[in-house]
């Protein structure tokens, strides 16, 4: 089915230790957003992406990264990773930029 | 800049009652609004949103909103609560078209009691 894919769905890190969310979406949106959801907060924008080539920050971006080499892909890394980043993340994309926006699952996280 | 409150972060219904889940907005320019609705173990999905068209906008699973700009509300109801309806619901709002214009609340997770 078409959508946003996310994976892995959960992983474990020691702190220190680095690794990619993988996102991919089959759509053709041109915009594609990474959140973390924590209890209680709400969702926060991490990074966020209008196109290939094209990324920019979002509210909480420090200890992230992203790249958007194609429309498809939007990978976030997370280098050095702190007990802080214990999180849900969230990838989502959109193709109109009404504010309609299509979710993935989710890539629970801890970081021990 | 825009935000959203959401008053109630748990709300406990028994099967059948009236649901109403409270949301208040604040935004400088006439809002774009929104509820998403995340059931247990997946990512959010569109329940409605307004877009200043008709101020009662219906949804999915007969859930509905009304614009009171007055009140600067935008609260969700459904007249009869169903088990399938417990999930955690998110309002939000937006200035404009684009990315990056949307502003989440902090959620209000919904309890339907049998």
């Known amino acids: 089915n078409a959508g946003v894919t996310q994976t892995p769905k959960f992983r474990i890190l020691k702190i220190g230790q680095s690794m990619t969310l993988q996102c991919a979406q089959d759509?053709?949106?041109?915009?594609m957003y990474w959140y973390r959801q924590d209890p209680g907060m709400g969702l926060k924008l991490i990074y966020y992406?209008?196109?290939?080539?094209?990324?920019d920050k979002g509210e909480v971006p420090n200890g992230y990264n992203v790249s958007r080499s194609t429309t498809e892909d939007f990978p976030l890394r997370l280098e050095l990773a702190a007990p802080s980043q214990t999180s849900v993340y969230f990838c989502?994309?959109?193709?109109?930029?009404?504010?309609?926006?299509?979710f993935g699952a989710g890539s629970r996280l801890t970081v021990l | 800049a825009q935000s959203v409150t959401q008053l109630g972060s748990h709300v406990s219904v028994s099967e059948g009652a009236l649901v109403l889940l409270r949301c208040n907005y604040s935004?400088?320019?006439?809002?774009?609004l929104f509820w998403y609705v995340q059931y247990p173990n997946q990512g959010l999905q569109l329940l409605l949103k307004y877009t200043s068209a008709a101020t009662l906008v219906k949804g999915i699973n007969g859930f509905e909103a009304e614009f009171k700009k007055s009140e600067t509300s935008f609260h969700l109801t459904k007249p009869s609560a169903h088990m399938s309806d417990a999930a955690e619901y998110f309002c939000?709002?937006?200035?404009?078209?684009?990315?990056?214009?949307?502003?989440f609340g902090t959620g209000t997770r919904l309890t339907v009691i049998p």
């Open positions: 989502a994309s959109e193709g109109s930029g009404a504010n309609v926006l299509t």
């Open positions: 935004s400088s320019v006439p809002p774009y």
């Open positions: 759509m053709n949106h041109n915009y």
């Open positions: 939000a709002v937006s200035d404009r078209a684009g990315a990056n214009n949307l502003f």
């Open positions: 992406s209008v196109g290939a080539g094209i990324t």
